[in-house]
Nanobody, 126 residues
Framework: QVQLVESGGGLVQFGGSLRLSCAAS????????IGWFRQAPGKEREFVASINWSGDTTYSSDSVKGRFTISRDNAENTVYLQMNDVRLEDTADYYC???????????????????WGQGTQVTVSS
């Protein structure tokens, strides 16, 4: 089992920055890929970014590429999502997730993840 807790969400102005954190506990965090997803009201959950177990491989969706950066600190059992130049369409609940299989690559589909946090809300204002 693994427990994931997101934090860092809030209200941010258009063009501003925000950093989300995903703190993990319960098992060998450093062996697992972590992904970030988001879900806006009335929309399906959307892949944002993922990072492999060692942190040397990342993948971001086209909608956030060049603006969002995913990173991890395995010593702190935490994965970060640095959000820069945010847009109105970035407004959503953001979730981090982990698979049950270790040493995975940069997983991009929600059904590849088995553990999810409770989410943190991000609202971008104009």
């Amino acid at each position: 089992q693994v427990q994931l807790v997101e934090s860092g969400g809030g209200l941010v102005q258009f063009g501003g920055s925000l950093r989300l954190s995903c703190a993990a506990s319960g098992r060998s965090f450093g062996a697992y890929t972590i992904g970030w997803f988001r879900q806006a009201p009335g929309k399906e959950r959307e892949f944002v970014a993922s990072i492999n177990w060692s942190g040397d491989t990342t993948y971001s969706s086209d909608s956030v590429k060049g603006r969002f950066t995913i990173s991890r600190d395995n010593a702190e059992n935490t994965v970060y999502l640095q959000m820069n130049d945010v847009r109105l369409e970035d407004t959503a609940d953001y979730y981090c997730a982990a698979p049950s299989i270790p040493l995975s690559g940069t997983l991009r589909r929600a059904n590849e993840y088995d553990y999810w946090g409770q989410g943190t809300q991000v609202t971008v204002s104009s």
